[in-house]
C-alpha cells in the first residue's frame, strides 16, 4: 500500500493569495493533513495587477524580480505548512505548484500561456522536488492548457450513478461534465467570469476586495439591458473546449460595455454582474450536460451567498452541493488537484483531459526541478 505526501499550491485568477494543502495519497484515496492560506501582501497583489494588464508596458526586470519574489513566497508558504502540520520535509515526495498566471493566451497565433513563481527557487528552499508549468506541455500538444482539473474531477468526483458537473467559481468559472454512462465523454471548459468582474467592480466603488457573501449585490437589482449587453460577447457562444482569463474578462472589457449604455447605480452592476456569472454558468450546463442531476461547487465563489441563490434558481432542476459533502473542502480543491497533477507526473502518468483541454493527446504535464 504507497503512502506519500504531496503538497498542492494553487494561486488562481482571484489574485487573493496562495493555496497551499498537504495531502496523503493512499493507493486511490487522498487524505486532506493540513492546510494554509497566505493572502498576498499588498505590494506583491499591485505588482501581479500590473503584470497582468496586458495594457501597460512592463520591463523584464520587473518580471524576473516578481518570479523570484514569488518563488520564494511560495516556498516559505509550503514551510509553514509543514510547521503547522508537524511533517518533516523529508517526508513530502513532490511539490505541486501552479504558479501564478500573468497571461493565457492560447488562441493566439503563437499560443502560449505564463505562469511565474520560480519553482528552481521552491525547490531549493523547501528541499522537497517540485513540479510546475503544467499548462503549457497541454499547449504544446495542441490544447487551450487549460482547465486541467477535470482530469483531477474525474478521479475524485466521477460517479457510476449519478450524472454530475463540478462548478468552480474562481476569478474565473469553469465546469466539468462527468457524465455516469462511461461511453459518455466528460468535458471541461471556462464558462466566462466568475468572481473576477464583481472584484473589480466593489474595489472600485466601495475600496473592497471583494463582496462579502455578495451583500452588495443583494442590495442591487438585475438590470436586463445590462445584462443582456454582457451576455452578448462572442466568448459564450464559442463552443468548447475554450478557455479564457482575467486580461480578456478585465475592467478594460468592463468599461467598453458600460460606456455605451445609460448610467447604472453601481450596486445594480454589482447585482447584474453576479447574475452574468450565475446565468453563463447554467447555460453552459444546460447546453454541454442537460441530462446532469448532481451539482458539485467548489472555488471562492461558494461563499457569495447572492450568486448561490441565482444558480439554484436557474438550475432549480439540479440538486446542488458543496464538494465539501465529498470529503473536499471547496477552497481547497484546486490546490488537491495539483497535488495529484504532481503525483500523476512523478510516476510518469498522463494529467491533462483532451475532451476538456482539446489537446491532439494526453500528455506527461509539467517540469521536474529535483530536490
Not at 483541454?357 to 509539467?366: F, H, P, S
Request: overall charge neutral; charged content about 15%; proline content about 5%.
Amino acid at each position: 500500500m504507497s503512502n506519500e505526501y504531496y503538497i498542492g499550491l494553487m494561486s488562481g485568477t482571484s489574485l487573493d493569495g496562495i493555496d497551499a494543502g498537504l495531502y496523503r495519497f493512499t493507493d486511490n484515496k487522498i487524505e486532506l493533513i493540513h492546510f494554509y492560506y497566505r493572502a498576498y501582501p499588498a505590494n506583491i497583489k499591485q505588482k501581479i495587477l500590473k503584470l497582468c494588464d496586458i495594457n501597460q508596458p512592463i520591463s523584464l526586470l520587473e518580471y524576473g524580480k516578481l518570479d523570484t519574489q514569488l518563488g520564494a513566497f511560495y516556498a516559505d508558504a509550503c514551510l509553514t505548512l509543514l510547521t503547522q502540520a508537524k511533517v518533516d520535509a523529508h517526508k513530502v515526495k513532490a511539490i505541486g505548484s501552479h504558479g501564478q498566471t500573468i497571461l493565457h493566451a492560447p488562441n493566439s497565433t503563437q499560443p502560449f500561456t505564463l505562469q511565474i513563481g520560480n519553482p528552481n527557487i521552491i525547490s531549493q528552499i523547501t528541499g522537497i522536488t517540485t513540479i510546475a508549468d503544467f499548462r503549457r506541455r497541454d499547449i504544446a500538444a495542441g490544447g487551450q492548457g487549460a482547465p486541467l482539473v477535470p482530469a483531477f474531477h474525474h478521479a475524485m468526483f466521477h460517479s457510476c450513478k449519478n450524472n454530475r458537473v463540478i462548478i468552480n467559481i474562481g476569478g474565473i468559472a469553469n465546469i466539468t461534465t462527468l457524465p455516469k454512462d462511461s461511453h459518455h465523454k466528460m468535458q471541461g471548459f471556462d464558462t466566462g467570469p466568475g468572481n473576477t468582474l464583481m472584484d473589480y467592480w466593489i474595489l472600485t466603488h466601495k475600496n473592497k476586495t471583494y463582496d462579502n457573501h455578495g451583500a452588495w449585490a443583494a442590495s442591487g437589482e438585475i438590470k436586463m439591458e445590462l445584462l443582456n449587453a454582457f451576455k452578448n460577447d462572442p466568448y459564450f457562444s464559442l463552443p468548447p473546449p475554450k478557455s479564457t482569463g482575467t486580461e480578456y474578462f478585465s475592467s478594460s472589457w468592463l468599461s467598453a460595455k458600460l460606456r455605451h449604455l445609460p448610467h447604472y447605480a453601481p450596486e445594480d452592476v454589482q447585482r447584474t454582474l453576479c447574475q452574468l456569472t450565475a446565468t453563463t454558468i447554467a447555460e453552459a450546463i444546460h447546453h454541454a450536460a442537460p441530462k446532469t442531476e448532481q451539482a458539485l461547487l467548489c472555488g471562492g465563489g461558494t461563499h457569495n451567498s447572492t450568486l448561490l441563490k441565482a444558480l439554484q434558481q436557474l438550475l432549480n432542476n439540479i440538486s446542488i452541493h458543496s464538494t465539501d459533502t465529498l470529503g473536499a473542502p471547496p477552497d481547497q480543491v484546486e490546490a488537491m488537484a495539483f497535488a495529484w497533477l504532481a503525483k500523476q507526473t512523478l510516476t510518469g502518468i498522463t494529467g491533462n483531459a483532451p475532451e476538456a483541454t482539446g489537446a491532439k493527446e494526453a500528455v506527461i504535464l509539467g517540469g521536474i526541478y529535483q530536490a
